[in-house]
């Protein structure tokens, strides 16, 4: 199983970016749920936003009404479109599968 995260950028405060999470391996309608989590300089990894079957989607209070998780099944494809981003979005991004990390895009906002 493969994570091929992309769509980072650098973008002024007020705009948007699109993530996309590209799966390879496995399929996503199998999967229970599918998260986007980010890691600022000097800071944990947090969870983002999060996709579940079961529960629907999850978005971390710092993001939610500005973010939203969507899955694309029939491309294998897991989005974060973000909007109105600040500069406390400025981090690195991965998707995450249970046990299976992508690579990270990097995110970063100017004020």
């Known amino acids: 199983v493969q994570l091929q995260a992309s769509g980072g950028g650098s973008v002024q405060a007020g705009e948007a970016l699109r993530l996309t999470c590209t799966v390879s391996g496995i399929r996503i309608n199998n999967m229970a749920s599918i998260s986007w989590y980010r890691q600022a300089p000097g800071k944990q990894r947090e969870l983002v936003a999060r996709?579940?079957?079961?529960?629907?989607?999850y978005y971390a209070d710092s993001v939610k009404g500005r973010f939203t998780i969507t899955r694309a099944s029939a491309r294998n494809t897991v989005y974060l479109q973000m909007n109105s981003l600040k500069f406390e979005d400025t981090a690195v991004y991965y998707c995450?599968?249970?046990?299976?990390w992508g690579q990270g895009t990097q995110v970063t906002v100017s004020s």
């Open positions: 996709s579940s079957i079961f529960d629907g989607a």
């Open positions: 995450y599968l249970p046990d299976v």
